[in-house]
Nanobody, 121 residues
Framework: QVRLVEAGGGLVQAGGSLRLSCDASGSILSINRMGWYCQAPGKQRELVAAVTRGGSTNYADSVKGRFTISRDNAQNTVHLQMISLKPEDTGVYYC???????????????WGQGTQVTVSS
């Protein structure tokens, strides 16, 4: 009922930049939190950055100062600008959103299909 579609992953050299985007669509009454998680090979999925509807953000310590999350509430989109990328940033990046559905006003949480980010040394 809620679909998240990511774009913008790819292969980049260490020190380079990438910008990820995620579009949310479906039976959305509201979106509370949107964020990005990363799953590196052999590791659990971990929070990279998140932003609330009001604009409050939080970041993993490892990306502070290098990544910036932003969202457009009118367009139901969230972006992740990544600079000074490191090989340890490599992984599959998943978009996340939670909020309220229009149908039945029930809560939801949704995940995108993931986009691969590979940083070469």
């Amino acid at each position: 009922q809620v679909r998240l579609v990511e774009a913008g992953g790819g292969l980049v050299q260490a020190g380079g930049s990438l910008r990820l985007s995620c579009d949310a669509s479906g039976s959305i009454l509201s979106i509370n939190r949107m964020g990005w998680y990363c799953q590196a090979p052999g590791k659990q999925r971990e929070l990279v950055a998140a932003v609330t509807r009001g604009g409050s953000t939080n970041y993993a310590d490892s990306v502070k100062g290098r990544f910036t999350i932003s969202r457009d509430n009118a367009q139901n989109t969230v972006h992740l600008q990544m600079i000074s990328l490191k090989p340890e940033d490599t992984g599959v990046y998943y978009c996340y959103a939670d909020g309220i559905l229009t149908f039945g006003r029930r809560p939801y949480d949704a995940w995108g299909q993931g986009t691969q980010v590979t940083v070469s040394s």
